[in-house]
C-alpha cells in the first residue's frame, strides 16, 4: 500500500503560482509514475502532468504546458507541482495518483492504484 497525501492549494489571483506537494509513505520503493490529475465541478476528472520515478522523465497535458512543472525529491518520497500564471479555469481539486505497475501511457487514470485525498486550488478573476 501507498498512501499519499497533498498539501499547498488556496485561492490565489489569475496570474499568480501555487506549489503542490504530494508525500508518498508506505511501499514507495517500487513506485513506477507518479501524477497530477484535477477535477473541477461538473467535469470529469482529467489529467495535468505525470513523472517517471527512476528517470525522472514528465509528461504534460497540453493545457498546462509551459505553466505547469512537475518534480520529484527521491529522498523525501515527495512529487511537487510548481504552478505559475494561473488562470480561472484551473479551477478544481487536484489530486495525486501513483502507480506501481509498468504502462507506456501515463494519462489515464484507471492505471493508478493509489490517489490522495486532493487539495483545491482557486483561481479568481
Known amino acids: 500500500q501507498v498512501q499519499l497525501v497533498e498539501s499547498g492549494g488556496g485561492l490565489v489571483q489569475t496570474g499568480g503560482s501555487l506549489r503542490l506537494s504530494c508525500a508518498a509513505s508506505g511501499r514507495t520503493s517500487s513506485t513506477h509514475t507518479m501524477a497530477w490529475f484535477r477535477q473541477a465541478p461538473g467535469k470529469e476528472r482529467e489529467f495535468v502532468a505525470a513523472?517517471?520515478?527512476?528517470?525522472?522523465?514528465?509528461y504534460y497535458a497540453d493545457s498546462v504546458k509551459g505553466r505547469i512543472t512537475i518534480s520529484r525529491d527521491s529522498a523525501k518520497n515527495t512529487v511537487y507541482l510548481q504552478m505559475n500564471g494561473l488562470k480561472p479555469e484551473d479551477t478544481a481539486a487536484y489530486y495525486c495518483a501513483a502507480s506501481r505497475l509498468y504502462s507506456s501511457s501515463y494519462s489515464y487514470s484507471s492505471q493508478y492504484a493509489y490517489w490522495g485525498q486532493g487539495t483545491q486550488v482557486t483561481v479568481s478573476s
Open positions: 513523472i517517471r520515478w527512476s528517470s525522472g522523465s514528465t
